[in-house]
Each structure stands twice: as structure tokens, then as C-alpha cells.
């Protein structure tokens, strides 16, 4: 009778440790919604990518992250409908990359009312839209600082960015997203950072690019068949559409460095590849890895219940050949 106690209770501790278990071997598993602006973004492909590496490389035996990332292609609908899945599947954590930062609070309303703490990345929210909930977060970077690194970058030049030495700093300014809070800091500071040190310049031509290599060769192009030799520098508020202008440059027969200058920001390969080859003036790091990780363990502080500052800032750093 005594071993048949025994055996019953053993095996009512194996069936009880399977069950807990939920087939992960006792590991409990947290569910994370994450959102990106869309998927063919140069920057945010390397952002995404680094997320969902950096939440496996956090697991334990015991804790383990399901994480789902979605494609916003752009569109603030689909969006805010991949928010209320997120909302319906019961997600401990959200992260998302807003398509439009001045539609923070309308998803702070929904995670809000479910009690899911949100990351919100790269896209900044408002400040009054920040101050709507204490279980939101921004991480990011100061995009004042890369607008000024960018300008910095041509003021150091020999000629300041001059090519053609007539004193004045003629220059095209192909916009992301007049919308988006970055794109407003780098076109506003990268040339503050030119006029602070005394510098003339003389905005020729400025259009938004929406990120995009493709609009950055095209508007590239049309300033280049516009104002020819009278440009002294392409200001681009990222490498994508850098990417896009030096095709125009060349199809113009200007040479980066020699005629004509060419800065971005971000760093990604492609950028640090043409700025070794001379394509390109240089850029500015947009940490992904750095900021990346600042989110995923924001989101794990959030799922363990622990408080999170508002804003987690991760600086930029300035690349040239």
C-alpha cells in the first residue's frame, strides 16, 4: 500500500510539471505585439531583425518570448488594426514604430484601456502625448543631434561644404517626412549647424523624399537638372534616399567630394560602403542595435512589472570616410 501512495503521488508531481510546463519545459512564455511603420525601410529592416534576435538571446529556461512582428506598410489603418489584434490575443507588451507619430494618443488610448504597457521607437510621439499614460516609453534618438552632426560633417569639410567657392553653401534638403519629428530636427539642424559657425547658405531646393530610395533619386535628380553646378550639397534625412541620389549624381556626371557632397543619416552597410568608395560625404549612426536593445529590455521591465523612464535616449555618432 505504502509504495502505491508513493507512486501515485509521484506521478500526480510529473503530471502536475507537465502542465505547468505548457510544453516549453516549464518555461513561461510572454507574448509580444510588435509593430513596424513597413518592412522595406532600409533602417528599420536592421531595427526589426536586431528586436527579434535580442529577445531570444534574453530567454531562460524558464522565461521564454513569443514575439510577433508586424508589417504597417505605411498605412496608419492597418496599423491601428494590427494594435487591436495585438489587444485580442491578450499580448503582455507591445512595441511599435508608429506609421504616424501624431497618432500616439489614439494608440495609447487602446493599450490604455487593455493595461498593456507600450515601447513606442524611432517615431516620436508628442510630449503631450507621452504624459497620457505612465506604462508608455520612447526610445530614440535625439534627432537634433543628427541634423547637427550631418551639418557639422560638411562645416569640417576644407572649403565648409563650399565646392565652388562663391561664400555661399548651396544646397538640396530631400525631406523624409515633413510629418515626423526627425525629419523637421535633421533638415532644421543640419543647417543650423552651418549657419551657427557663420556660413551662408542658400536653400535651393527642399521636397520630401518619404524615406524612400527611389523619391531620393528622383528628387535628386530634378534639383540636379534644375540648378546643375549650383549645388554645393545634397542633405538627405536618411541613407535610403542617399542610396537614391548618388545613382542621380553620377547619371549628372558630379563626383562626391570633388564637384559636389553628399550626407545621410542612419549608417546603414550600404551608406558605410559608399563612403568608403567615395559615394557618399558621410552619414550619421542611427544606433539599431543600440536602440533595439533599449527596447526590448524596457518591454521586459514593463512585463516584470517594473516602472520605465519616459524617454530612453541613445546617442548618435557621426561617420565619415
Known sequence: MKKKIIALALAFVLAAAMLSGCGGGGAKTYKVGVSIYKFDDNFMTLYRNELESYFKSKETDSVKYDVTITDGKGDMVEQTNQVDDFIASKVDVMIINLVQSSSADTITQKVKAANIPCVYINREPSEDDMKAWEKICYVGADARQSGTYQGEIIRDLPDNGDVDGDGVVRYVMIVGDPENVDAQYRTEFSIKALTDAGIAVDNLFEQRGDWDQAKGQELAANALAQFGASIDVIFCNNDGMAMGAIQSIKAAGRT??????????????????????????????????????????????????????????????????
Do not use: C, F, R
Not at 298 to 318: E, F, H, P, R
Open 256 to 321: 562626391v567630394g570633388q564637384d559636389i557632397y553628399l550626407v545621410g543619416v542612419d549608417a546603414i552597410p550600404e551608406a558605410v560602403d559608399a563612403i568608403k568608395a567615395g559615394d557618399m560625404t558621410g552619414t550619421v549612426l542611427n544606433d539599431h542595435v543600440g536602440q533595439s536593445h533599449t527596447a526590448v529590455d524596457a518591454a521586459i521591465k514593463y512585463i516584470n512589472g517594473q516602472s520605465v523612464d519616459t524617454y530612453l535616449w541613445v546617442n548618435y555618432q557621426k561617420v565619415d570616410k
